[in-house]
């Protein structure tokens, strides 16, 4: 289960956005701690509003004439997946104007850990389907149970008798 957007995807994620938009976009961390950003000046520092958001699980948007620490108007959202906050996404800009952006930049967010959570499922899917294929061409010994319910969850019906044909092509 993914709990957090690693540095290299977040800056793919702020860049992609920036790109779009133009504004400066951040992605904090649950400490309030900025870690990746358009404006790499402010990777590292402090971000009170990230923070807040993060601890109080809203949408905080701030206005122009609002001063908080490290934090600049814009919109700040919370990215939850399974319960866990994975960032608190920051876009500078008057909120009316980057609201969008920010919703834009949580979609994007989203897709990407259901993506990354695929990629994980697929591979253990066939990391599974490899071990009982070798367990059964090399007759190697197993653990039965685990074999069994890889077996099982490849379709096969382990009560049914199935012949395996292997086939090897000389190399010249």
């Known amino acids: 289960m993914i ?33 990746a950003s358009t404006n790499t000046s402010r990777i590292g520092s402090f971000h009170e509003i990230g923070k807040k958001a993060a601890d109080t699980g809203t949408v905080i948007e701030v206005q122009e004439s609002e001063h908080y620490k490290g934090t600049s108007a814009g919109v700040n959202i919370p990215v ?7 960032a608190v996404i920051g876009i500078s800009g008057s909120p009316d104007e980057v609201r969008k952006y920010a919703h834009l930049a949580e979609r994007i967010t989203h897709l990407l850990i259901r993506e990354r959570e695929l990629n994980t499922i697929s591979r253990n899917q066939a990391d599974k389907r490899h071990f009982a ?13 685990y074999l069994n319910a890889c077996l099982k969850e490849c379709g096969i019906d382990t009560t049914k008798k199935y012949r395996i044909l292997l086939i090897r092509a000389a190399a010249e």
């Open 3 to 35: 709990t957090h957007i690693g540095k290299q995807l977040a800056t793919q994620i702020v860049d992609t956005v920036h790109d779009v938009c133009g504004h400066d976009i951040n992605f904090i961390n649950k400490n309030g701690l900025i870690y």
């Open 80 to 86: 939850t997946h399974n319960g866990y906050l994975i």
């Open 133 to 145: 294929m070798e367990a059964l061409i090399h007759q190697t010994p197993a653990n039965m149970d």
